[in-house]
C-alpha cells in the first residue's frame, strides 16, 4: 500500500519547480552508494539503494510514521530480501522519502495475498512480475521531480536488470486516480480489503513496455512538457537514464 495522501497527491501535481541532476547534497554520507543526486530549487536530495540496516530503519521509520499518521494498522518493517530493492531519498542524511520494489520470486509478491488470482494470470502468460511498495514521502516535500526519479530508478531496476514484464501496486481508492492518470497504470478486479494495513485497496497494473514507450517519448521534457500531464516529464532523459543503468549494475 502506498502512503500518500489526496492532500499530498495534489501537492505534488502542482508542484512546478524546475530541477537539475547530478550535484551533490552538501552533508551526505558515503557519495560512493548515491545513485544520483536531484536539485529541486536550489535543495538537493541524494537517491540511493537502502541496502543497510541503517538504511532500512530510517526508511521504516518513515513509513511508519506515515502509516501512523493515516490510521493504518500495524508495523512495517524492512527487512533484508534480496527479492526487494528499497530507495530513499535523503536531505543531509534525513530520509524524506522511499519506494520498494518486489521482484517475483518462489515466495511471490506482497500483492498475492489478496489479488494472486489476478497476478497468476499474467505469470501463466510467461510474464515476469514485480511490484511497487511501501511508498512514503514526507509531507515538506513537494515535488514531482523527487517522486519521479525514484520511480524511473525502480523502472530501470525492475526492467533493464531483472527483465520484469509487468508491474503491480496495491492502492487505496483515494489514491487510485492519480497512479492511473500520472503513471498510467490500470485497474484490475474489484475492490478488496489488505489485511496488512486493514484498509481496502485497488490493484493497478501496467506493462513495463508501456512504461519505457512513455519514458522515450516524455523523459526529461519537464521544461517544456506541452500538454502533457502525467509524471513521465520529470523522468530522466535517455541518456541520463543510461548512465544511471550504469551505475546500478557497477553497484551490483
Known sequence: MTTLNSTELKDLISETGDAR???APEGENSPCDRITDVAINEKSFGIRVADTDNGRSKASLLINKMYAWRGYAGTH???DDPNRITLSASDHGEVVGTVT??????????????FKDHIDHFRNNG?????ITKLAFDPKVRSKMALASLFHILFIYGRRIHNCTDVFIEVNPRHRRFYETMLGFTRLGELRT??????????LWSSLDHVQEQIERFGGTS????????????FFSQKE???IARRLMSLG
Open 21 to 23: 541532476y547530478g550535484s
Open 77 to 79: 518493517r524492512l527487512d
Open 101 to 114: 520494489l518486489g521482484i517475483d520470486s518462489g515466495v511471490g509478491l506482497l500483492a498475492d495475498e489478496i
Open 127 to 131: 510474464g515476469k512480475v514485480c511490484e
Open 194 to 203: 489488505n489485511p496488512r494495513v486493514n484498509a481496502p485497496a485497488w490493484l
Open 223 to 234: 521544461n517544456h512538457p506541452g500538454n502533457e500531464r502525467s509524471l513521465f516529464p520529470y
Open 241 to 243: 537514464e543510461e548512465g
